[in-house]
């Protein structure tokens, strides 16, 4: 293990200068981690750039919650130290007005919450053990490209001042949420660099140390209501004893409230709240769209937060960027054997992540538009008359189809005359996630027909746009 930042800038300068990397990772988080791992434990000369000082790798604000799916996906052990807090057996969603509450167990609810920071670590430890090096207290300034291909990076060593170069056979862009590659890509690369801001969620959450422990803390509580979250949800996560990870998240819409102000004002009074202190808190945004329709450029991938791989309803996105990182890598590794490492080349990593995530999470898009333009008053009547169910919502959220049965519709509609709008949106949502999942299964196997894809994937979802937003 390296820590290059502890040596002399001479000494960095020199290591720079002499060495090429074959794989540059920006970003140490959950994503750089895993992809930082899966290429150096091939063999390959593997580089990890993180601003963050070493120790504080990990951190980062966040609700702390990771389905134990997600590391059974990835072959990964369950963390045996402080990296975990507490088990959750599902989720409980509550209506606006409280009167309903869903709750949803499956084995896809099952997990953990984490420390954050002990989690980022034991990822951490994972990498650095398969001999990468890594650069912390370092900032990724912009990817260097020439003849349309990114061949490495300029960065800021944040100790001394000074700026480096690094060069690299291919740069993987798991910079999170700032996208510090990706953004300064040229358009020929064909990777967009802007992502809309409706389609990210801008959040404020604080860990909490409550007078007294709740009753019931093994389910992961999500509470829905319009007029404080607009487009999002406020959640209370039970960390153990009486600690608790609060928060919000509004859709940054038109003139979307501070995050802040509505957490203060309408959560921290509370009477669950009285007394509590405040360990840490802070504002971070989530992405919460389908993925990049492509994710890879002429030596570059793009990962996680960086390519908008979060889930569109609940906003996880710990367990995808791990895998994100886990197929880049993979993919990286075929590539850098077979001596090519252009677009063509890395394209499998598209190919295989919309195949196991990426198809779930562009039905999942839909259904947050659903979700998006619903007043508090039809989420109301519509979860206390089961004119959308717990078994609607779960589908929906594991990317199955919830397809309405001739005979539950015709029940629906009895219970439902009230809203018979909403009904008709809940029967469109269905039948357009269906259709986008049907065009997920058809995603290209090369690039060469990934345009003609992407042309059809843009009228797909302006279509249900137009039908659910609009
Ligand atoms: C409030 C909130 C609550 C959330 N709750 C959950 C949850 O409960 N469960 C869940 O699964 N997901 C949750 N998420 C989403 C989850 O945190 C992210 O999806 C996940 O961390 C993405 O991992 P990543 O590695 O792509 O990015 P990040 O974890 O953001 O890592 C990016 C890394 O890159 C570094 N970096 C950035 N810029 C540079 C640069 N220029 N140079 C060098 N390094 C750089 C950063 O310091 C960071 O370490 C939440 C998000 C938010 C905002």
Redesign the pocket.
């Known amino acids: 293990m390296f820590i290059i930042s502890e040596l002399k800038i001479e000494t960095v300068k020199k290591c720079i200068t002499l060495e090429k990397f074959d794989v540059i990772v920006?970003?140490?988080?959950?994503?750089?981690?895993l992809a930082t791992k899966t290429t150096a434990e091939a063999g390959l000369k593997v580089c990890m750039?993180?601003?963050?000082r070493r120790e504080e790798?990990?951190e980062?604000?966040?609700?702390?919650?990771?389905?134990e799916h997600?590391l059974k996906t990835l072959n990964l052990e369950k963390p045996q130290g402080g990296e975990l807090e507490k088990r959750i057996e599902g989720v409980k969603i509550y209506s606006p007005d409280l009167e309903t509450v869903f709750t949803v167990e499956y084995e896809d609810f099952v997990g953990y919450i984490l420390n954050r920071r002990l989690f980022?670590q034991w990822l951490l430890k994972k990498a650095l053990d398969e001999g990468a090096v890594l650069f912390d207290s370092?900032?990724?300034?912009e990817p260097i490209i020439k003849k349309n291909f990114v061949t490495g990076v300029l960065?800021k060593n944040l100790k001394t001042g000074e700026n480096i170069r690094l060069k690299g056979k291919v740069v993987v862009d798991?910079?999170?949420?700032?996208a510090?590659v990706r953004r300064k890509l040229p358009k020929e690369m064909g990777i967009e660099n802007e992502v809309a801001n409706e389609d990210v969620?801008a959040?404020?959450?604080e860990i909490r140390q409550l007078k007294q422990e709740t009753k019931d803390t093994k389910y992961?509580e999500i509470y829905l209501n319009q007029k404080v979250t607009p487009g999002g949800y406020m959640?209370i996560?039970s960390k153990g004893g009486a600690k608790v990870?609060v928060?919000l998240?509004v859709c940054m819409l038109d003139k979307f409230p501070n995050p802040k102000n509505q957490f203060y004002k309408h959560v921290l009074t509370k009477p669950l709240f009285a007394g509590s202190v405040l360990l840490n808190g802070g504002?971070?945004?989530?992405?919460t769209r389908r993925p990049f329709d492509n994710m890879v450029g002429n030596g570059v991938a793009i990962?996680?937060?960086?390519a908008c791989?979060?889930?569109p309803i609940?906003?996880?996105?710990?367990?995808?960027?791990?895998l994100?990182?886990y197929l880049a890598g993979k993919t990286v590794v075929e590539a850098l054997e077979k001596g090519d490492v252009n677009q063509k080349s890395l394209w499998p990593y598209n190919r295989k992540y919309m195949e196991m995530y990426g198809t779930k999470q562009a039905g999942l898009e839909v259904f947050r538009m659903l979700l998006r333009t619903c007043r508090d008053e039809d989420l109301n009547y519509g979860m206390k008359c089961k004119l959308l169910t717990e078994e609607d919502v779960l589908k929906a959220s594991l990317g199955e189809e919830f397809r309405l049965k001739v005979t539950e519709t015709a029940k629906r509609v009895f219970r439902g005359l009230k809203r018979i709008r909403f009904l008709n949106k809940l029967r469109l949502t269905a039948n357009l996630m269906r259709q986008v999942k049907a065009h997920y299964g058809n995603y290209p196997e090369t690039s060469e027909n990934f345009e003609e894809w992407r042309i059809e994937t843009e009228a797909l979802f302006n279509e249900a746009r137009s039908k659910l937003i609009e």
Request: proline residues 3%; aromatic residues 8%.
């Open positions: 920006v970003g140490a988080g959950t994503a750089g981690c750039l993180e601003r963050k790798i990990g980062k604000i966040c609700g702390d919650a990771l389905g997600h980022g370092t900032q990724c300034l960065a798991a910079s999170g949420f700032l510090v969620e959040c404020y959450r992961c959640w996560f990870n928060g998240g504002a971070w945004y989530d992405p990962l996680g937060d960086a791989l979060v889930n609940h906003g996880g996105g710990i367990g995808p960027s791990m994100s990182g």
